[in-house]
């Protein structure tokens, strides 16, 4: 199994914080935020190698912080060559930039690099497995916070039958995160919805364009999870992971 974490994006709800920083690298509680999701997929035995997937302008900072790492786990930097918000590949562009790039033939573990959880990996992948096909990691949300969220509609198997972005009145109950797990055959189906010319940029375009085409399951975690996408959930965050930091 392979990993990829999406760290392309160029953060401008964030600047300035993240105008020459890539916010995936901002402390949290002491640590970078990517440390924590990097601890959750060192404890996956299947994973033998992880993907960061980047761009020009963040390349020698995630270098620096891999090569100072010394992760268990080999950490490849891939620089998507893109210098700006305007002429970026997109968070599935870059998913197929990297499967291009490391030549990926296996199944494929996606994370996106902003999203802190407090689930385990371990619980996601073993329900992925029972399943035989793709994953998604999904959370219950009331009904107005799905109104600003990726909403999966699911049948009582957790099988998707249904996925809308921010949509008025959403018909699901569950909000669909950024963590995705895709067996090994599904992985040729990126550069198929691109060349079909499909959106190249939330990676949960790829989800209701796959859910139609074959079995495409749910995992209901149980925990938290924060998308850190402004300075107000960046506090928030900190605040809540710093005091993990002090009762330990």
């Not at 190249?200 to 364009?209: H, K, L, Q, S, T």
Request: glycine residues 6%; hydrophobic residues 35%.
């Amino acid at each position: 199994m392979k990993c990829i974490l999406l760290c392309a994006g160029y953060a401008t709800r964030l600047f300035p914080l993240t105008e020459n920083f890539p916010k995936a690298l901002l402390e949290v509680g002491g640590r970078p935020l990517l440390d924590y999701i990097v601890d959750e997929v060192n404890s996956l035995d299947e994973v033998d190698e992880i993907y960061l997937v980047t761009n020009n302008k963040y390349t020698p900072h995630f270098q620096k912080w891999a090569d100072e790492k010394n992760n268990k786990k080999t950490i490849t930097v891939f620089n998507d060559k893109t210098t700006t918000n305007e002429n970026r590949l997109g968070a599935i562009g870059d998913i197929q930039f990297t499967i291009e790039n490391a030549k990926i033939d296996d199944d494929l573990l996606i994370i996106a690099g902003d999203n802190l959880f407090t689930f385990k990996l371990r619980d996601f992948v073993d329900f992925q497995k029972s399943k035989g096909t793709s994953a998604i990691c999904v959370k219950e949300e009331d009904h107005e916070s799905l109104k600003r969220l990726g909403v999966v509609e699911t049948d009582e198997n957790q099988k998707i039958v249904g996925f809308e972005e921010k949509p008025e009145e959403p018909k699901g109950k569950y909000a669909a995160s950024a963590v995705y797990l895709y067996p090994r055959e599904v992985v040729p189906e990126f550069k198929k919805y691109i060349d079909e010319g499909n959106k190249i940029d939330a990676p949960g375009n790829f989800v209701a364009y796959l859910y139609k085409k074959m079995p495409f399951y749910a995992y209901p975690f149980v925990g938290q999870w924060h998308d850190v996408g402004t300075h107000e959930s960046l506090a928030r965050v900190n605040e809540l992971y710093s005091k993990k930091a002090e009762n330990k």
